[in-house]
């Protein structure tokens, strides 16, 4: 007989179903806490009819299916949970591979796109005569052992049960189609994709479980865990606008200065001008702003214009004038920041919250920490960063230049884990993420795998914590390349980025080349 809770999670699948999308996808948390290395949505065709290459109708892109998932990949006898997955054959023939991807830490019904040939996934499944799979990553969206979050709950949920959860899907998941029953790694070329933390997680089980994947796609992957990730901002620093990065740095500087000294007519002052005098931290206020350079993040070249940029022309142009590469100096952009910053952009970021709501960090009995309902992406991926990955996305250090507050360090994270976890991280605690311990296991910077296609961006944020990381150096080789474009953050896996930037699209073409050289080499494994 199946568990009590894995009987409720059925339950709570159907009367959630409704609610899929409800909560953030884009990454971000809440006001004043940092992004999630998140995989951009790609939209799948709503309306298109899913065709075979033969014209036989095929379900639509977004028909869901469940897979029996176990919850415990040590101790299979605690029983299975509803997995949900999504996949078509619109491509595939006899002998072609699975190319299965997960969004990692979302809800994955908003990703059918790729199983579509608007992302790599569906270019290379299409080239191959593939079948192709997204599969949610367990305690995100629907895809729950248990009906809540709780601490009791996470229990299974870490970064070697999601390895086990890819293996065990592999090896055992009949997919809906005809043949569906034989297509498990041995009777067909399995390439396995991911991107951002999906992308590591997809390095990661290359190293665990060697020879299950014929071959492998990782995009931005953030394979090296940091507790003080602090060069997040450093690609932003080195490709944004010279005279925004010169603004930013000189207000940065100020308020730094300001908040640090006892100057409190000077510290009200700066408080007002930004409308945050309701809060009483002042580390609070700080990274508030971080707000503004976090959205680079959700720049692609194809992405247009959006808000990192309406902020950087706020503070550069002036009475129709853009500045110089050194900017206006810190008397204009204090100013034009706060007025950039209540004119409109505290509303987009907050709604009708209030300050404190939206950005404070200090009162632990706020429904953000205490919220343990499903389908809350934050509280699942803060749980993987609290114990295992770090990714605390701070100041840089002194006598480096800095785009956000020095005031906010890995305490501050640490603190708020205790709020999110009470029961596992009592308050008053620091908990520091076990980044060493993930590194070793899962080789980090170093891993060294056969048929593991490594793409990155320039101008990704993630860059740091991936092979692409400044002062890493590491060599591209046939058996594990590392091709690096002028992209952002995964921008690779879109195929309209490639349409629009040559360099992703010499990413995607070798790693269509690449990958497809894998495939040939593939063999049947003899029973």
């Known amino acids: 007989m199946a568990p009590f809770w894995n009987l409720a999670s059925v339950l709570v699948l159907a009367l959630a179903a409704a609610l899929a999308d409800a909560k953030t996808v884009d990454g971000r948390l809440h006001g004043n806490i940092a992004r999630r290395p998140s995989v951009p949505i790609v939209p799948a065709p709503v309306d298109a009819p899913v065709t075979s290459h033969n014209g036989t109708a095929l379900p639509p892109y977004n028909q869901t299916y469940l897979f029996d998932q176990l919850i415990d990949h040590t101790n299979p ?47 290379i499944a299409q080239e191959l005569n593939g079948v192709t ?26 970064i070697q049960q999601a390895i086990d959860d890819l293996e065990y899907f592999a090896k055992t998941v009949d997919l809906p189609m005809a043949g569906g029953d034989a297509l498990k790694p041995g009777q067909a070329p399995w390439i396995l994709i991911g991107g951002s933390y999906s992308g590591a997680l997809t390095g990661f089980t290359m190293v665990n479980k060697p020879n299950l994947f014929q071959a492998a796609y990782a995009s931005s992957a953030v394979v090296e865990s940091i507790t003080d990730y602090w060069g997040y901002f450093e690609p932003i620093r080195q490709f944004m606008p010279q005279n925004c990065s010169a603004d930013v740095q000189a207000v940065i500087a100020h308020i730094d200065q300001v908040f640090t000294s006892k100057n409190t007519k000077e510290i009200d002052s700066i408080k007002a001008l930004f409308n945050m005098s309701a809060l009483t931290h002042l580390d ?9 350079l976090w959205d680079w993040q959700s720049l692609s070249p194809s992405s247009g214009y959006g808000a990192f940029h309406a902020f950087c022309d706020a503070l550069e142009v002036k009475n129709g004038v853009s500045a110089g590469p050194k900017g206006w100096g810190l008397a204009h952009a204090l100013p034009a920041w706060a007025a950039h910053w209540t004119g409109g952009y505290y509303t987009d970021l907050c709604g009708d919250e209030d300050v404190v709501t939206c950005l404070g960090t200090y009162n632990a ?107 890493t150096n590491f060599r591209s080789t046939p058996g594990q390349p590392l091709a690096i474009s002028d992209g952002f953050h995964c921008s690779d896996l879109s195929t309209t980025n490639g349409n629009v930037d040559a360099t992703v699209l010499a990413v995607q073409k070798q790693a269509l080349k690449t990958i497809a050289g894998w495939i040939a080499e593939w063999k049947p494994t003899k029973h």
Not at 133 to 158: A, C, M, Q
Not at 441 to 464: Q, S
């Open 77 to 123: 006898s605690l029983g299975t949970f509803k997995q949900r997955f999504w996949t078509t054959a619109e491509w595939f023939e006899k002998g072609g591979p699975v190319v299965l991807f997960t969004p990692g830490e979302a809800n994955a019904q908003p990703y059918s796109g790729y199983l579509t040939n608007r992302t790599i996934n569906g270019q």
């Open 133 to 158: 799979i997204v599969l949610e990553h367990r305690y995100y969206g629907l895809s729950n052992p248990y009906p809540d979050l709780s601490v009791k709950s996470l229990k299974f949920h870490t």
């Open 284 to 292: 609070d206020v700080a990274g508030a702003l971080r707000n503004n």
């Open 365 to 471: 009995t706020q429904e953000i920490w205490t919220d343990t309902s499903i389908d809350n992406a934050g509280r699942s991926w803060t749980w993987i960063v609290c114990n295992e990955v770090g990714f605390y996305q701070e100041g840089a250090p002194i006598n480096h230049p800095t785009l956000v507050t020095r005031l906010v360090q890995p305490a501050y994270d640490e603190r708020q884990c205790t709020y999110w976890f009470p029961e596992a991280f009592p308050i008053g605690t620091l908990p520091v993420p076990r980044v060493d311990q993930t590194n070793k296991a899962y080789h980090g910077w170093f891993m060294n795998v056969n048929h593991l296609f490594f793409a990155n961006g320039h101008r990704d944020p993630w860059r740091e914590a991936t092979l692409a990381a400044d002062g």
